[in-house]
């Protein structure tokens, strides 16, 4: 055999496909039906409610249930959402932060219930809290307690649960809120030092090398693949330097860069959605093509992300993708493909050299969790420079800025639109299981167990064991956290719109709608005031961090209070500050509750003033929210910021009979 192919075909990654949605018991079939497919490991997604610590019958949790995954509330759930699953054989990934420490006692407590030792377990817990403050704001608790739970968490699965990963760090999400390769990098990286130096104080030296080797990463992968692929090569060399020089890893096998992969949801487009295949595919060639950076665990998303929740069809066609490429193709034949490139080589010297220059100013914050202010601040700034290079056409787009002529999608004729709709009886279903759950458990058992909770929370001890023995008793999942909230305190993260820099004074489009905002706000007798609100617990605000930026730079008052608002809190704060116009901002699917609620809360305020919503919104609840009283409806294929800036501006004109030349 020659010294360019391998003596033998490598085995394939392990294939994951992210999903669950409606009920335990649904997503248990759907789970089910996957494995049948050829899937290799779950990879289980959680409804918001459940990852930001509440039950599906808190007032946080309406029109969240069951919506963007799987609500689990107490080990009833978890034993029905793992219903003949082998939990001893099964890799199982958890995307759960804030409450991961609880949702793998539920799942330890499921296992030990089913005859199955904890020590035997294997899977994941994605657990990275500092990226949820910085890019997806499912956090629950400040930054000081969700560091102790981590560290907590790592302490005792590397000797109670020695096959499970207690945290992903998680540049993934980084790079969906504009970050470029090197700031994935280098704030991941940085994460991950914060994350160790809290570990390395809960857990003997002579064990460090073992925790090392239980830490994998959660990485995005972005369509320039080539660049992306030199990315992966970049965070295996800092990693390893990392492990020998900062924690004193000598083995080999723990140094090794361990990471999964969810190839670029940001880049997917609503226009022309079918384009979306070939992205993904693409995408998944960056972290498959060269040996040494290949990933372990791949999920794919759906081609319809931009238009909804994706069908089990849907996650078949991904599933497929993988196995097409594991299979037919010869990537797993061959050594490392780009073993002496002299172009691969120099681009991770450049992502190194910028990594190290990044990693340095965060370290010189103090280190990841007090710099958290500062990246969220420069991710603001690089999403918005992303932006506006696809609004000025420097970054093509096929199907959205440019080419943008096309047939009819065949995909989105048929009458569920092209995507899974959640019947909106769940929720009602899941409050009145919740209370029976409560009703009919041993309520003494249950007290005693949060008490000791809060007991350990209090002190320093590690907490897991706390935790375990209330998921046993059957807490819920809102109790544990409230337990822990009333020990921790509450906590908001920055928002980074005050923080970024202010645009260009070359923009000439974004100059003439400053000019009619000045112009209205004159007519007005004062400056044209926005409030842009997001409602229910839909943490992803890139979206609405772009669209408050873009109205302070437009010369308009902005409020902007983050995410995490309930209905009358939004209304609340519209009659307080006296706007002229409501932006709200949903992704999770909770539009068809939670805006009407919005609406009613405003009527009940006597607030009249035009309300836009903007998100991942299917065109068919599109006339539905305008019969609820909503002025405009904005989707992922409305890319031009300033253009909806300008319709706001002639709807608060129109609205205050302010002659408008817009």
Request: proline share 4%; glycine share 8%; charged share 25%.
């Amino acid at each position: 055999m020659s010294d360019h192919r391998l003596p033998e075909r490598d085995r394939p990654w392990m294939m994951r496909t992210y999903a669950g949605h409606s009920t335990a018991k649904a997503s248990n079939e759907l789970y089910r039906g996957n494995l049948g497919k050829g899937q290799t490991g779950l990879s289980v997604a959680f409804d918001l409610p459940t990852q930001t610590g509440y039950d599906p019958d808190h007032e946080l949790a309406r029109g969240e249930v069951g919506k963007v995954g799987v609500p689990v509330a107490h080990k009833g759930d978890m034993h029905a959402l793992m219903d003949g699953i082998p939990l001893g054989e099964m890799n199982t990934s958890m995307t759960i932060n804030a409450t991961a420490a609880w949702l793998l006692a539920l799942y330890i407590v499921t296992a030990e219930e089913n005859g199955v030792a904890e020590s035997t377990l294997q899977g994941t817990t994605q657990n990275d809290i500092i990226k949820e403050f910085l890019a997806r704001g499912t956090y629950a608790f400040p930054p000081g307690p969700s560091m102790r739970l981590i560290a907590d968490m790592v302490a005792y699965t590397v000797e109670r649960v020695p096959k499970w990963n207690p945290i992903n760090i998680c540049s993934y999400h980084l790079q969906e809120a504009g970050a470029t390769p090197v700031q994935e990098i280098a704030y991941a990286m940085s994460n991950a030092i914060a994350v160790l130096d809290a570990v390395q104080e809960r857990v003997a030296q002579e064990l460090m090398g073992k925790v090392f080797g239980r830490i994998s990463f959660f990485v995005n992968a972005g369509v320039r693949f080539v660049e992306e692929h030199a990315k992966l090569r970049a965070m295996g060399v800092l990693w390893e330097e990392l492990g020998r020089e900062r924690y004193g890893v000598q083995d080999p096998k723990h140094l090794r860069f361990r990471y999964g992969v969810q190839v670029n949801s940001l880049g997917l487009t609503e226009s022309q959605p079918e384009n979306n295949v070939q992205r993904i595919v693409l995408e998944a060639l960056a972290v498959s093509m060269g040996r040494n950076a290949r990933a372990r665990a791949i999920q794919l998303p759906a081609w319809n992300e931009a238009l909804g929740l994706p069908r089990p069809w849907d996650q078949q066609w991904s599933l497929r993708i993988q196995q097409v490429l594991a299979y037919e193709t010869d990537i797993l034949e061959y050594p490392d493909i780009f073993e002496g490139s002299k172009v691969m080589d120099g681009l991770v010297a450049e992502l190194l050299e910028g990594a190290r220059t990044e990693m340095a100013v965060v370290a010189e914050h103090g280190g990841a969790v007090k710099a958290v202010d500062y990246m969220k601040a420069a991710l603001v700034d690089s999403h918005r420079e992303r932006l506006r290079r696809i609004e000025a056409d420097e970054q093509i787009v096929v199907g959205l800025n440019r080419y943008e002529d096309s047939e009819p999608s065949p995909l989105l004729q048929g009458a569920d639109g092209g995507i899974l709709t959640v019947d909106t009886e769940v929720e009602a279903q899941q409050r009145e299981a919740v209370a029976q759950w409560r009703a009919s458990r041993d309520q003494a058992a249950v007290d005693d167990a949060l008490k000791e909770l809060a007991r350990v929370a209090e002190g320093d001890e590690n907490i897991m064991a706390a935790t375990i023995a209330a998921a046993r008793a059957g807490a819920t999942t809102g109790e544990w956290a409230q337990t822990l909230r009333d020990v921790f305190g509450e906590f908001r993260a920055p928002t980074g719109v005050g923080e970024a820099a202010a645009a260009a004074d070359s923009d000439a489009e974004l100059a003439a709608v400053r000019n009619e905002v000045e112009r209205v706000s004159e007519q007005l007798g004062r400056t044209l005031k926005i409030l842009v609100g997001k409602p229910g617990l839909d943490g992803h605000s890139n979206g609405a961090e772009q669209i408050a930026v873009r109205a302070r730079d437009a010369g308009m008052d902005v409020v902007y209070d983050g995410i995490r608002l309930t209905p009358s809190q939004i209304a609340a704060s519209a009659l307080q500050e006296g706007v002229h116009v409501v932006g709200l901002s949903i992704l999770s699917g909770s539009h068809r509750e939670l805006i009407p609620s919005v609406m009613e809360a405003l009527r009940e305020r006597g607030v009249d003033v035009p309300v836009v919503v903007g998100g991942i919104i299917p065109e068919a609840d599109v006339e539905p929210l305008k019969v609820a009283g909503v002025a405009a409806v904005y989707t992922p294929k409305d890319f031009d910021i300033t253009k909806i800036m300008r319709d706001v501006v002639t709807l608060v004109a129109e609205r205050n009979g302010v002659a408008s030349a817009a």
